[in-house]
């Protein structure tokens, strides 16, 4: 399992709310979730336009919509929204190297 579980449990989530935090980040490279055609690309590559970063633009919907879920009783759901927005986040840092400027961007987006 990748850092997510340890980061939930310090946070304070119960071991198994972390599990599904963090088998919900995991899932996010699955199923090509990482290709540029069939997949969302911009989950873990700054695909956005602009100022704006589209990894931070998911993982504030994705926060959002787990709070809306939690307060409609649906926790599962909630924790794995959590997990998927927290997945964005830490793609920021994971590729940071890999397509770092817009420009570098606009022209993998040609290819
Ligand atoms: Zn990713």
Redesign the pocket.
Known sequence: MNGTYPWAIDAGFSSEDAIVIAHADDA??DNF??AWIVGVPG??FDTAYGTADSRTIFADADLKLAVHLYNRCQKHEALMSLGRGL??I??IY??RDALSTKSTQAGMMML
């Open positions: 996010v490279d979730n990482y989950r873990h997945h964005s830490q793609d994971a590729h």
